[in-house]
T-cell receptor
Framework: GQNIDQPTEMTATEGAIVQINCTYQ??????LFWYQQHAGEAPTFLSY????GLEEKGRFSSFLSRSKGYSYLLLKELQMKDSASYLC????????????FGPGTRLSVLP | DGGITQSPKYLFRKEGQNVTLSCEQN?????MYWYRQDPGQGLRLIYY???????QKGDIAEGYSVSREKKESFPLTVTSAQKNPTAFYLC?????????????FGDGTRLSIL
């Protein structure tokens, strides 16, 4: 079967750093995506990892360990506008057929 | 600008009624998808299409139907057989077969029962 786990909710303070974890078990692996979704809006693409290691994009970084089935999204210098849900998604075999989303982590940034 | 357009933004369904959600994209993407999102949950795949005139069931296809007569369009019909249709519906598209290409999403349609 296929399964992706993320913490349900997290809280952090403006200006701080937060790490959102994602563990996965999927049939095949063709990459892991992170999306940001504000309430009532469409998910927007943040990052993509297919090889082990860290990918950095401004205030956001994403890490992947394929052997451990583990990824994290690191958000630095948190801003109030970062309050949103963060979705981890894995592309397994057959691409679209096996594009599985995790339940999402709702992040609240407090002043 | 290129993108995905979903309409309507809000939709209400009466008991026993079929309703159709529209999804149009001008990104020249081959693959299109429909997801359902319930409060506090992730996205669940309803149907997807990799090419015109072909589509495949996802994890929760029962009570839904789709068509793909044009590359740009992938409408979703929520039939009366879907007993719990209240949810947020998202349409997405992507470049077919490219592992590093993310899915692009429309703004969603929120469906409620009257």
């Amino acid at each position: 079967g296929q399964n992706i786990d993320q913490p349900t909710e997290m809280t952090a303070t403006e200006g701080a750093i937060v790490q959102i974890n994602c563990t996965y078990q999927t049939s095949g692996f063709n990459g892991l995506f992170w999306y940001q979704q504000h309430a009532g809006e469409a998910p927007t693409f943040l990052s993509y990892n297919v090889l082990d290691g860290l990918e950095e994009k401004g205030r956001f970084s994403s890490f992947l360990s394929r052997s451990k089935g583990y990824s994290y999204l690191l958000l630095k210098e948190l801003q109030m506008k970062d309050s949103a849900s963060y979705l981890c998604a894995v592309m397994g075999d057959n691409y679209g057929q096996n594009f599985v989303f995790g339940p999402g982590t709702r992040l609240s940034v407090l002043p | 600008d290129g993108g995905i357009t979903q309409s309507p933004k809000y939709l209400f369904r009466k008991e026993g009624q079929n309703v159709t959600l529209s999804c149009e994209q001008n990104l020249n993407h081959d693959a299109m998808y429909w997801y359902r999102q319930d409060p506090g949950q992730g996205l669940r795949l309803i149907y997807y299409s990799q090419i015109v005139n072909d589509f495949q069931k996802g994890d929760i296809a029962e009570g839904y139907s789709v068509s793909r007569e044009k590359k740009e369009s992938f409408p979703l019909t929520v039939t009366s057989a879907q007993k719990n249709p209240t949810a947020f519906y998202l349409c997405a598209s992507s470049t077919q077969g490219a592992g590093n290409q993310p899915q692009h999403f429309g703004d969603g349609t929120r469906l409620s029962i009257l």
